[in-house]
């Protein structure tokens, strides 16, 4: 009897660890979809870890294409673009690119893909 109990908890304990994986890889895909739709050009305005949304890294920019500000937040990252972009860098993104382009001594450079874990892309 007590196998079967054994048994159970570790078929109940795997069940929702392949749940818990399956819905962060949906959280990176999600926020991968939204980052890919995204078009703008501007100015980083700010950029800080917001301690009251769970310490995410966001970048606030001022776009103007939009005529507004726009936060990006890179949680899922893995290529650590927050490190790299700085306030007062000019960087623009096309709509469906991966790549967030900045400006240095007049040319725009193309850095690092985006990638925020997605194993669907």
Request: charged share 25%.
């Amino acid at each position: 009897m007590n196998k079967v109990y054994i048994l159970i908890l570790l078929a109940t304990a795997l069940l929702y660890l392949f749940y818990f994986t399956n819905n962060f890889n949906q959280a990176e895909c999600t926020r991968l979809k939204d980052f890919k739709n995204l078009k703008l050009s501007g100015v980083i305005i700010n950029k800080f870890i917001d301690s009251s949304e769970h310490s995410y890294p966001l970048i606030i920019i001022r776009d103007t294409l939009q005529k507004g500000k726009v936060a990006i937040n890179l949680i899922y990252d893995t290529t650590k673009a927050y490190n790299i972009l700085n306030i007062g860098d000019s960087i623009k993104k096309d709509f469906g690119s991966l790549y967030i382009q900045k400006k240095v001594s007049g040319k725009y450079l193309k850095l690092s893909r985006i990638d925020f874990g997605c194993d669907e892309w």
